[in-house]
């Protein structure tokens, strides 16, 4: 019973942000603060999700999976993010470039 409603709980909240990382892609105005919201709360919401399920899935073979999938989600959304800032920092000096030349 109460283990029901801790998942719960921790399901709506990972839901809850990343429907905000959602929110805030299609809301914010440029590359660098959608990727801001792509990254923070929706590896934090993922991982709130994932813990709700270990929790539901504590004596299933499925638990080292989903403790993979986690630490892959933490691994790879900063190499990403870093990755799409770097991409529009180097376009910005080409588009400043191709400006100041014309």
Request: a neutral charge.
């Amino acid at each position: 019973m109460i283990t029901d409603i801790v998942v719960a709980v921790l399901v709506l909240l990972g839901s809850l942000l990343a429907l905000t990382a959602a929110i805030g892609v299609l809301r914010f105005p440029d590359t660098l603060t959608r990727m801001h919201a792509t990254t923070k709360p929706q590896t934090f919401g993922l991982l709130l999700v994932l813990i709700a399920a270990m929790i539901r899935l504590s004596g299933s073979v499925d638990f080292g999976m989903l403790v993979l999938s986690g630490l892959f989600a933490l691994a790879t959304a900063p190499v990403v993010a870093h990755r799409i800032g770097r991409l529009a920092y180097q376009e910005q000096r080409v588009r400043d470039a191709d400006d100041s030349t014309s």
